[in-house]
């Protein structure tokens, strides 16, 4: 007799926690957009979320005389006493807030700090507000650490910002955190302290929920708008408020994968457990460049800001003149985010019917040759995120080709 030993092999099943989620709409655009241009297509990429300047030259040099210093071996687990105190002095000097050193944290990037903070304390079926149009990371996190976004809708009539009614609505009592971006990724929106007041008063009423503040872009604001972080503003929820940063955008060092975040000094200790068992400490090299920039010269940021303000208005203006799309001015960051419902319904040359943002952007990429992304992997359509952390030269053609493409549907 003969037996049947073969045991059938099973296939690849990723785990419940990820199976909703995908990589990134924004690089998968990008992605493509790369190989068209190594196929010899003229694609102008307009969706990196990153600074087009260079690390400043005495940042580089400190990770370099760190190199030869011998400063390449594991550090405290979450930041040197060194990077931490630069932190602690920088909330202190510029955004008028006091941390003690154990309640400073420091990882391999801010995504990583919101991946501690949700994993740290979120429990299955916890709810996390998050006002849209949202970065995509926000959700997709919270999902994996078994929370649940909450997503509310914040129109450009509303500033793209969040409204106390709405914050109010969508309290109930699994509600844990609510985060907040300012100036955003991707409207370019920010909140003063006019439009922060009526949501802190909000959070005051209801003690069990936490605010998450994402001021990644705090330094690149126009039009003279006074940035502004809500633990400095409401000293009370500082005890449940996580202030997150970092380097990468400011200091063009999204390459150096340094995030910070200052707060209560419970939940700074518990995000450490988390990645005590992920990453261990960031780059020693890194996070020796990090407090370079954090200590050294700061007069570079506003000649940057400058940079970015111009192309924001030649973005801002060539937009608002193509009918059928309207764009608000932002306050800050490097994005625009313009409506496009005036061209849903519309026809292009070569007979496809536009339904959605993400056909709009698709014709823009296939005709166009221009990459954007559109709202809906943001959370609001119909709109499209344009980066201009890029040249002029290149925005200005990019733009001219839009404009020709939009002219072109019927």
């Given amino acids: 007799m003969t037996i049947n030993t073969k045991v059938e092999e099973a296939g690849f099943a990723p785990a419940s926690r990820i199976s909703t989620i995908g990589v990134s709409e924004i690089l998968k655009i990008g992605a493509r957009a790369q190989a068209m241009k190594r196929d010899g297509k003229p694609v102008i990429i307009l969706g990196a979320g990153e600074p087009d300047f260079d690390t400043p030259d005495h940042v ?18 979450d930041g040197t006493p060194e990077l931490k105190q630069a932190i602690r002095d920088k909330f202190a000097r510029e955004n008028g807030v006091s941390y003690e050193l154990d309640e400073i944290t420091v990882a391999t990037g801010a995504k990583q700090i919101l991946f501690n903070a949700m994993m740290a304390t979120l429990n299955r079926g916890d709810e996390v507000i ?13 999902e994996i650490a078994e929370g649940k976004p909450v997503l509310i809708a914040c129109d450009a ?9 709405q914050l109010e ?4 009592p699994k509600t844990r955190w609510v985060m907040l971006n300012s100036p955003s990724n991707p409207s370019g929106a920010a909140y003063s302290a006019g439009d922060y007041r009526p949501l802190l008063d909000v959070l005051l009423k209801h003690p069990h929920v936490w605010l998450l503040v994402d001021d990644m872009y705090e330094h690149i604001v126009y039009d003279d708008f006074q940035f502004v972080t809500p633990a400095a503003l409401e000293p009370v929820l500082k005890s449940r408020t996580l202030t997150v940063n ?16 200052g707060g209560p000094r419970d939940l700074i200790k518990a995000m450490a457990v988390v990645q005590s068992q992920a990453t261990s400490c960031p780059s020693s090299i890194s996070q020796a460049a990090s407090v370079a920039a954090l200590n050294g010269p700061q007069e570079f940021l506003k000649e940057r800001t400058e940079s970015f303000q111009r192309r924001r208005d030649l973005v801002v203006s060539a937009l608002n003149a193509i009918e059928g799309l309207d764009c608000r001015t932002p306050e800050g960051a490097f994005y625009t985010f313009s409506g496009c419902a005036g061209m849903l319904g519309k026809m292009t040359p070569g007979g496809k019917r536009i339904e959605t943002d993400t056909d709009f952007c698709a014709y823009l990429l296939d005709d166009a040759h221009a990459a954007v992304v559109p709202g809906s992997a943001f959370g609001l359509s119909p709109f499209f995120r344009i980066s201009y952390a ?7 053609e990019a733009l001219t080709r839009i404009a020709k493409a939009c002219a072109a549907l019927r």
Avoid at 130 to 142: G, L, N, Q
Avoid at 169 to 172: C, E, F, N, V, W
Avoid at 251 to 258: E, H, L, P
């Fill in 157 to 165: 009539q509303a500033g793209f910002r969040l409204k106390a009614e």
């Fill in 246 to 261: 970092g380097v990468s955008k400011a200091y063009a060092m999204t390459g150096w994968r340094i995030g910070y975040a």
């Fill in 130 to 142: 998050i006002p849209t149009p949202y970065w995509t990371s926000y959700s997709d996190i919270v």
């Fill in 169 to 172: 609505a969508a309290i109930t």
């Fill in 60 to 77: 580089k040099q400190a990770a370099c005389d760190a190199i030869r210093s011998g400063k390449t071996k594991y550090t405290a687990l």
């Fill in 390 to 396: 890029t040249s002029e030269a290149e925005l200005r």
